[in-house]
C-alpha cells in the first residue's frame, strides 16, 4: 500500500546468498529510504543493483527488509521481511 503521510520506510537488503541460508541478520545492508512520493508497488531493483551490482547468479537467495521510520520523532516500527531465489 501506499507510506502514509509522515513516515519513511527504510529498504535493507542482502547480497546474493545461498539458498540454504536462512540467519541473515548480519547480512542486511541499507540500500534506500522509501517516501510519501514513492508508488506502491515500488521496484527497488535500482536501489539494489546501486548496491550489490546484480542479483547474482541462478538459485541464490536475496533477502529484503522493511523498516517504516516517523518523520518527526526517528521512531522505528516493526520491519516485514521477504526472502527470493533468483530464477534462472
Known amino acids: 500500500p501506499a507510506i502514509p503521510a509522515g513516515t519513511k520506510v527504510k529498504v535493507f537488503a542482502t547480497a546474493p546468498q545461498s539458498a540454504g541460508k536462512s540467519f541473515v541478520k548480519s547480512e542486511f545492508r541499507l540500500i534506500g529510504i522509501l517516501g510519501v512520493a ?3 508497488p515500488k521496484a527497488l531493483t535500482t536501489l539494489y543493483n ?5 542479483v547474482g547468479s541462478a538459485g541464490l537467495a536475496i533477502f529484503v527488509r522493511l523498516v ?3 518523520a518527526s520523532t526517528g521512531q522505528e516500527g516493526t520491519g516485514i521481511q521477504a526472502s527470493a531465489i533468483v530464477a534462472a
Open 68 to 70: 517504516p521510520v516517523n
Open 50 to 54: 546501486a548496491k550489490f551490482g546484480s
Open 38 to 40: 514513492d508508488v506502491s
